[in-house]
């Protein structure tokens, strides 16, 4: 026997969803942070080879020795220099060398005499570039030196690609800790949204809670249509029993006849809505709800209309959010103020068209979009339960595979609900 798999609560839904943001979003902050890093890292071997580099060229000593002395001369005095300050500054290579890029001093002594492996500017400039030398690829500056103006060699300072990467590698902890940080403050805040969403929720599936917010919405709007219509019933057994007191008989006979007459014409109306008796007490209600109010009630169901094709309560929350939307708007709208529902097979008869329209103002083009999302409302900001009902009808009409168009002149709600819907 098949074993239904129990749908996720919302409130694990909303907790792996949160999860899962949080670790995208830190995963991209750190790909930033690591390429932020990597190009801080070779920003600064350029500054610090670019900063040594001038500052050996601009030494009396170094000067002088490629000035007046011989090679051999000049390498005595300038190799412990330059291995003293590569030991002191961390740095992979100083070469020294003649006008023509002979080498006077090198990392590796074996070469010095030979020809410097790089870029020699020129006009002379001081100039930085990635090359492969003796030693691998490296960052390297070169600049030249000068002796009263005349030119007498250059020094060329550099740090291998290998040096970066160590560097960068050093960083990469702090990196690593920040990114951990970030996800476990993430966890720790998805496990607190969990846990008031479940305490809110409980267990139900996000379909659940859905269901759920359509079901109160249904029990409320039936409740005020009931109530509507409980109390204009009163009303007028009120006024026939006031007749009967005054002696004036005939009246009170035509005012029940009169109103008999009238519900029983609305439950006609009703009667059509087959398989959906639901709705079809809805509509009653919300015709006692519409006379209250002051507002003219037109209601037509096909006798071709199907029926079924949501759950009671979803379509009772469907149609009853459009008509009390369709209420407030014409009330607040000019005279005549009125209503007209219609429910009609669509052109392959399998699905259902809903129309509701009103005398109201209409839904300006520019929030035609916005009035479906939950939370937005035209009306005052104190009505309770503002922006709940459209996003409501909007759902049920997308988990349905339908549509919802807008009309004006006058203000229009058309829904299409496919044929094959939930039974």
């Known amino acids: 026997m098949a074993i239904r798999r129990r749908a996720r609560s919302a409130a694990s839904v909303v907790f792996v969803a949160l999860v899962i943001a949080v670790v995208v979003v830190t995963a991209a902050l750190a790909a930033v942070l690591l390429w932020t890093t990597q190009q801080s890292v070779t920003a600064e071997s350029e500054r610090v080879t670019r900063t040594l580099a001038l500052a050996l060229a601009d030494t009396p000593a ?90 007498v060699g250059w020094v060329s300072v550099g740090v291998t690609t290998g040096s970066i990467g160590a560097l960068f590698l050093e960083r990469l902890p702090v990196v690593a800790i920040a990114a951990i940080v970030a996800v476990a403050a993430g966890f720790a805040v998805a496990l607190v949204v969990r846990r008031v969403t479940r305490r809110v929720t409980g267990d139900l599936s996000a379909r659940g809670v859905r269901e759920t917010l359509s079901s109160y919405e249904s029990m409320r709007t039936l409740g005020e249509a009931l109530r509507a219509q409980t109390h204009e019933h009163g009303n007028r057994m009120h006024t026939a029993a006031s007749l009967v007191e005054l002696g004036r008989i005939d009246e009170a006979i035509a005012l029940l006849t009169e109103a008999s007459r009238q519900s029983q014409a609305l439950v006609d109306v009703a009667a059509g809505t087959s398989g959906d008796p639901a709705v079809g007490a809805l509509l009653l209600g919300k015709a006692s709800q519409a006379a209250e109010r002051g507002i003219r009630w037109e209601t037509h169901i096909d006798a071709e209309a199907p029926g079924g094709l949501l759950p009671p309560m979803e379509m009772v929350s469907l149609v009853g959010n459009l008509v009390d939307n369709a209420l407030d708007a014409a009330a607040a709208g000019l005279t005549p103020r009125w209503v007209s529902t219609r429910l009609s097979p669509d052109v392959s008869g399998t699905g259902l068209i809903i129309e509701v329209a009103d005398s109201g103002a209409g839904v300006p083009a520019e929030l035609r979009e916005r009035i479906f999302q939950r939370g937005f409302s035209t009306k005052a900001a104190s009505a309770g339960g503002r922006g709940v009902g459209l996003a409501l009808v909007g759902a049920l009409v997308r988990d349905a595979g339908g549509t919802v168009e807008i009309g004006t002149t006058p203000s229009r709600f058309t829904v299409t609900l496919p044929g094959g819907g939930a039974a």
């Open 62 to 151: 170094v000067q002088n020795a490629l000035a007046d002395d011989t090679r051999t001369a000049a390498t005595a005095v300038l190799q412990p220099v330059a291995a003293r300050v590569m030991t002191d500054a961390r740095i992979d290579f100083i070469t020294i060398m003649e006008p023509d890029g002979t080498r006077v001093t090198h990392r590796d002594v074996s070469v010095i005499g030979e020809t410097y492996i790089g870029t020699i500017p020129q006009p002379p400039a001081t100039f930085t570039e990635e090359y492969t030398g003796t030693l691998g690829p490296s960052l390297r500056t070169i600049t030249p030196v000068y002796d009263d103006g005349r030119l």
